[in-house]
C-alpha cells in the first residue's frame, strides 16, 4: 500500500509530500471549485511530480448533483467530470472519485437506476483511459454509501470501485471492519481520517492516528482482504490548535508508515 494524503494544488504541496516522505498527493475538485482552473494547471502539475518525484494517487469531486429532479443525468456535471477524468490520465493517475445525489421526489428504485446511468457513462468513458472510478462513502450530497447500496449499483457494475473512508462508517453506525472485510476486495481508494465519538456523538475528527479508529485492525483486515492501493491521509478543521495542524500531519505520516512497515 501507498502512503499520500489530500493537499491543495500548490509547489508547497509537493515540498511537504517530499519533506514527510509520501508517494502521492490526492486532489478535490469540488462543487464550488473551478474545473476548467483546476485542468489548466494540468502541466504545471506534472513538472511539480517530476521534480518532487511525487505521483497523483487520486482526482474526486465531491458534493455535485449529477441527477435532476426527473431523474435526468445533467450533461453539464457529465462535461466536468470527463474533464476531470482525462486530466487524472495526463497526470497518470489511477482513480477519479464521484458520488450521486438522491432526490426525493423519486421511488429508491428510481435514484438507483440514474445513478447507475451515470456511473456507466463514467465507466464508459474512463475505459481505455487507465483510469479507475470510485464512489465514495461520505453522505455529501451522495447515498451511494454502505453495504446495502452497493450490493445494488457495484453489484450491477462490476468496474465501479469503492472510495473508503472508515469515519464515515463510525458516525453513522456502521462498521467499518466488517465492510472492509466484506468489500475491500472493491475498494480502489481509501482516506485516512481520524474520528471521535462520545455516548454515541460525533465530537471531533482529530488526526488519524491520534483517535479512536482502531488502524493496525483496518490496515490489517484491508491486507485480508487484498487491498494494495493508496491510503491517503485526510486533514480536518479539528479541536486541535492551528499551530499545532501540521504537526498533526506529521504524527499521522510517521504514524501509518510504521503501521506499513516503511519505518
Known sequence: MR?????????????????????????????????????????????????????IGSVGRWKSLRINEQGELLPDELERCYQLIDAARAL??????????????????????????????LLDYARGRNVRISTYNCRKVNFVNTPEVWRIIHGHLPELGIKFDPSHARFFEGDYLQETLDWGHRFYHVHLKGSLLVNGRKVDEPPAGMDQTDWPSFIATLRAAGYT??????????????????????????????LLLKV
Open 92 to 121: 497518470d493517475c489511477p482513480s477519479f472519485v464521484v458520488g450521486c445525489n438522491y432526490v426525493e421526489g423519486l421511488s429508491f428504485y428510481e435514484n438507483c437506476t440514474a445513478a447507475i446511468a451515470f456511473l456507466e457513462k
Open 3 to 55: 502512503l499520500g494524503m489530500i493537499a491543495s494544488v500548490t509547489e508547497e504541496s509537493f515540498k511537504q509530500a517530499r519533506r514527510r516522505e509520501l508517494d502521492f498527493l490526492e486532489f478535490c475538485v469540488n462543487e464550488g471549485d473551478s474545473v476548467a482552473d483546476s485542468c489548466r494547471q494540468v502541466d504545471q502539475i506534472a513538472e511539480w511530480k517530476k521534480q518532487y518525484n511525487v505521483e
Open 229 to 258: 492501493g493508496g491510503l491517503s491521509i485526510e486533514p480536518r478543521k479539528s479541536a486541535l490548535p492551528e499551530e499545532l495542524a501540521d504537526q498533526g500531519i506529521d504524527y499521522s505520516a510517521a504514524y501509518f508508515k510504521k
